[in-house]
């Protein structure tokens, strides 16, 4: 009786394990598919940024950016802040300013989840509009290069308006 529940407990344990490794594999076919897509469409992969639970890709391609569903056209971009706790760090604006720039407290900085260190986002600020792209606060190394990437990415867009 003792061994027929090892036996029980040892077929659980393989099949878990067994699942555990096709999901993984899962998962890895479709990170590999999306990340072709993005190439397929010429679009550069900027950042991928953790947002519950998945990844977010914010990429670029020769007239815009792209992040979660939105497009962001170059041209249309007006100043972009890296903001650390919602406070400005540095801003690249752009000369070419239309209805003038939006103040900081447009910027929404709801904070709906528990965040373990300094947060950082990047606001692009398009026309009326501003967007954030929360980077994160998850190991602040990782969600710092994520901002400062996306931040220069959108600074030479700016620089590129103006010559």
């Known amino acids: 009786m003792r061994d027929l ?3 029980i407990l040892a077929l659980i344990l393989l099949a878990v394990a067994f699942r ?3 999901s993984l594999s899962w998962h890895r ?3 590999a598919r999306l990340r072709q897509s993005f190439l397929d469409n010429d679009q550069l992969i900027l950042a991928e940024i953790p947002v519950k639970g998945h990844l977010q890709f914010f990429t ?3 007239k815009a950016f792209y992040w979660e569903e939105r497009i962001i056209p170059k041209a249309e971009i007006r100043s972009a802040r890296i903001l650390i706790n919602g406070t400005p760090m540095s801003i690249s604006q752009s000369t070419i300013i239309s209805g003038g720039s939006l103040d900081q407290s447009d910027i929404s900085n709801d ?3 528990q965040t373990y260190g300094d947060q950082w986002d ?3 600020e398009i026309d009326s509009e501003i967007i954030v792209i929360k980077c994160g606060a998850i190991r602040e190394r990782v969600s710092q290069e994520l901002a400062r990437r ?3 990415a959108t600074k030479k867009a700016i620089e590129a308006q103006s010559t």
């Open 5 to 7: 529940g090892a036996i």
């Open 20 to 22: 555990m490794a096709t």
């Open 29 to 31: 076919r479709n990170y």
């Open 60 to 62: 670029e391609d020769c």
């Open 111 to 113: 904070q709906d989840e």
């Open 122 to 124: 990047v606001a692009i």
């Open 150 to 152: 996306i931040f220069e």
